[in-house]
T-cell receptor, first 115, second 113 residues
Framework: DTEVTQTPKHLVMGMTNKKSLKCEQH?????MYWYKQKAKKPPELMFVYSYEKLSINESVPSRFSPECPNSSLLNLHLHALQPEDSALYLC??????????????FGPGTRLTVL | QKEVEQDPGPLSVPEGAIVSLNCTYSNSAFQYFMWYRQYSRKGPELLMY????GNKEDGRFTAQVDKSSKYISLFIRDSQPSDSATYLCAMSLSGGSNYKLTFGKGTLLTVNP
């Protein structure tokens, strides 16, 4: 099973709302990632968790707050977003063994619209 | 100079054609090379993953890496309308989450029936 699941598929929120995106994988992967993708652009890395600890934050604004409750789950908490934050938010996971089996597998994404 | 260059296309071919997609890169330290396929409004799907120079084949897809020329390619044989998607190349310095993926901009491919 090489599946990464994400919920919700679509989300519309106002600038004052608080919402969360969820990601789950059951492949035993120990690294999980959040990416942001704007239309006709490649994914941009936001955060990396390795063994449930935040290892990379790509200078993401604090209105995005990641959380890794356990090795299978990854959340992205959203608060006071701006319309320019509207994008496809992608979760990915990888084995985290530092070798040739470290492919990143992506989920289907959450399409976020901020009004 | 961007680290990874990929012609954005669009590329339009008839069904059954052989498709060649290419990326060049400037950082000779890249070791791992990937091709992802992304359908409109969906997440990227990993097609090929290689970590050495040479060819790797999987069904109708062949990935080619030439580290001496800093050039990677994806060939699609007997292309089908279902292959219509954006193809992203990606590469990293090593395996593991400490090594970011660097993506090309993606090539939009349309296979016409």
């Amino acid at each position: 099973d090489t599946e990464v699941t994400q919920t919700p598929k679509h989300l519309v929120m106002g600038m004052t709302n608080k919402k969360s995106l969820k990601c789950e994988q059951h492949m035993g992967h120990r690294a999980m990632y959040w990416y942001k993708q704007k239309a006709k652009k490649p994914p941009e890395l936001m955060f990396v968790y390795s063994y449930e600890k935040l290892s990379i934050n790509e200078s993401v604004p604090s209105r995005f707050s990641p959380e890794c409750p356990n090795s299978s789950l990854l959340n992205l908490h959203l608060h006071a977003l701006q319309p320019e934050d509207s994008a496809l938010y992608l979760c990915a996971s990888s084995q985290e063994e530092g070798g040739s089996d470290d492919e990143q597998f992506f989920g289907p994404g959450t399409r976020l619209t901020v009004l | 100079q961007k680290e990874v260059e990929q012609d954005p296309g669009p590329l339009s071919v008839p069904e059954g054609a052989i498709v060649s997609l290419n990326c060049t890169y400037s950082n000779s330290a890249f070791q791992y090379f990937m091709w992802y396929r992304q359908y409109s409004r969906k997440g990227p799907e990993l097609l090929m993953y290689t970590y050495s120079s040479g060819n790797k084949e999987d069904g109708r897809f062949t990935a080619q890496v030439d580290k001496s020329s800093k050039y990677i390619s994806l060939f699609i044989r007997d292309s089908q309308p279902s292959d219509s998607a954006t193809y992203l190349c990606a590469m990293s310095l090593s395996g593991g989450s400490n090594y970011k993926l660097t993506f090309g901009k993606g090539t939009l491919l349309t296979v016409n029936p």
